[in-house]
């Protein structure tokens, strides 16, 4: 029973299915936003799948001297760990499908291992453009991963605690506690588009210097599957920002739970895509500037601030 | 990391055109930077020899797709300098009202390319939506979005009348609301100065040393903008601003051509009022008398020169097109050396390139021997034939397409 349980855990809910299609619908409000936005229609409902669908049944080209290998296994390990990473993290009540105290750290482990497969995935692409991008993905998350490991930290400290659940057992209990972390979430927030490569933070991409970087070399199924990878991370860190900043009404009753969860992400989504529009892209060394100068101050501001909280509070 | 060369173009997503960059990187910054002209050729001069002055004004109209009324006004320039005539005043209004409708389009499109280019998309939507209605002016006036055809040899095609004048008002009016919020946008959103400021730098004596042209130039402080120096049409009666600016980067390109667009309004308003009456043309025989001509036009991208040798019949014996962005481009690899890679799009299209209309020859290169040729025109017609012929279609029998010509 217990395995047939971990099973469903993970390829139906809230595991690789739910994953991908709850991405999908993630992509399109997200396009969709960007679109309205920027004063265009936008795609239909159904069109990230169409993408999905169009791009898996084109021919997949490999270049000759890129590793074969390492090519085509790259885009699944990135799938794979996005998809492993939700596992920890609260979907509907306060609940995930598996925790134990450290799994925070766990799970921003798994998300760093997408990036790196951008990272390899560039390298081994053995092209100038996909190497350069490469090299910027990797700078890149020296940048964002310590602000952001420190934002999503501060409220654990508060909670006194290493797991996701906990943490928002915790605050949805003291629901007033998360006024502190308010300064964490605006840290988190902007830390995330770092890591989901979106503007102003698509440097490694950046279409019109390089092409598309990292990506440039796959096509066909392999980079559908680097997409879905990326909607699915979209996912997570929706869900971790909602778990851990917005921990309100939760609700026992699977739909409404559910519904409420929908809100929350959509609202983190929101963000994201109204900072995608307003924003030009950024430099590598300015991002890094920035990051440093400003994110990273900020966030160990917020973890003083819970530290003080703490003690005052107890 | 050792240096590494880059390859930007010729074909590339932050160009819009086929043109060869090509970069030394170090890290992340340019060591050095070539240019490679020449792939976009398409012997437009070599046709205007075997065609009439008057087909030739839509053959020179087609250089450019966005500088079309340029091509065409400075060409006719020319014609009408050799012919002796000079065309009515109403005419001149209307030429000047048309050079600068395209004038506006031209910097509302550069406006949204440059937001592309530094991966500010919504800059690019917002910009190119406000260019919908002068794009809709430019279709009301001429029936065309683009390649208007309101020229013609002795004046202009067709008159403006008084509604369409109150529309254009009406219109010119929505496009300085906007134009006013893009001046704020580009001058205080803090990530587009970040990326524009201290960019591409050209300074005043290297903008003149290089022969910059247009905003290029003018950003860098040099007032050079022959509208004013050598008017043509009826900017000699029309009051304006020359504007400069002397941050001498991108971001003074780009404020350069946003104020350049108030101008615009003003002189649009300036020649609405006072459209003087008269004829639209004046009579042109078709047989040019010889001689040759000159021709300067201040194109959106900067000066354009058009000459022209005539030999009494009614072809034009030599048409020679030396486009704005052939004068830019000696520049651009003086300002990419030094900056960074992610600044390389920006740089290029600050100076707003439009390759094909430059591209007058094509150079050879044979790797092996490492030698260079040129091919002149009966080469590359023989080229071209037997090109055809390899794949099964066989030119050689029209006569005109002949080696031995005609």
Known sequence: ?314 | MGKVVVPVGPQHPALKEPEGFSLTLEGEKVVSATVRLGYNHRGIEKACEERTYTQNIYLIERICGICSHTHSTCFIQCVEELAGVEITSRAAYIRTLVGELERIHSHLLWLGVAGHEIGFDTLFMYSWRDRELVMDLLAMLTGNRVNYGINTIGGVRRDVSSEQIKDILKTVDKLEERTKYYIEVLTQETTIVQRLAGVGRLSKEDAIRLGAAGPTARAAGVKRDTRKDDPYAAYGEVPFEVITDQNSDVLGRGIVRVKELMESYKIIRYVLERLPEGELTVKVPKKIPAGEAISRYEAPRGEDVHYVKSNGTEMPERVKVRAPTLANLSSISHMLEGGYLADVPIIIAAIDPCFSCTDRMITVTDREKDSKSMLDWNKLRAYSIDWHKERGLDFSAISHLREDGR
């Open chain 1, 1 to 314: 029973m217990e395995d047939k349980l971990s099973l469903f855990y993970i390829l139906i809910f809230p595991g690789f299915i739910f994953l991908s299609l709850y991405g999908l619908l993630i992509e399109y409000v997200d396009r969709k936003l960007y679109a309205r936005f920027q004063n265009r229609v936008g795609p239909r409902w159904y069109q990230p799948l169409a993408d999905i669908i169009k791009l898996a049944s084109k021919e997949t080209i490999i270049p000759r001297q890129a590793d074969n290998r390492m090519f085509r296994w790259i885009p699944v390990f990135a799938l794979a760990a996005a998809s492993t990473s939700v596992l920890y993290v609260p979907i509907w009540g306060t609940n995930s499908a598996s925790s134990f105290d450290g799994d925070i750290l766990v799970v921003m482990y798994l998300l760093t291992i997408p990036t790196l497969t951008f990272f390899l995935a560039g390298w081994y692409s053995k092209s100038i453009f996909a190497t350069v991008g490469a090299i910027r993905a990797l700078t890149q998350l020296f940048a964002y991963e310590v602000p952001l490991l420190m934002a999503l930290l501060a409220p654990a400290l508060l909670a006194n605690t290493w797991s996701f659940t906990k943490m928002a057992e915790f605050y949805s209990h003291h629901p007033l506690y998360s006024v502190f972390n308010i300064i964490g979430f605006v840290v988190a927030i902007i830390a995330v588009q770092g890591k989901l490569e979106r503007v102003p933070f698509d440097i490694p991409e950046a279409e019109t210097e390089l092409a598309g970087g990292p990506f440039v070399e796959y096509s066909g199924r392999l980079l559908a599957i680097f997409r879905m990878a990326i909607d699915v991370e979209m996912v997570v860190v929706a869900s971790i920002i909602a778990a851990v900043y917005i921990p309100f009404f939760y609700n026992a009753v699977p739909v409404l739970g559910f519904l409420i969860y929908v809100i929350k992400t959509m609202f983190v989504v929101l963000i994201l895509a109204a900072i995608r529009s307003i924003f030009a892209r950024l430099r590598i060394e300015q991002m890094i500037n920035f990051c440093w100068k400003y994110l990273a101050p900020l966030a160990i501001l917020q973890i003083i601030i819970n530290i003080i909280a703490k003690g005052v509070l107890k």
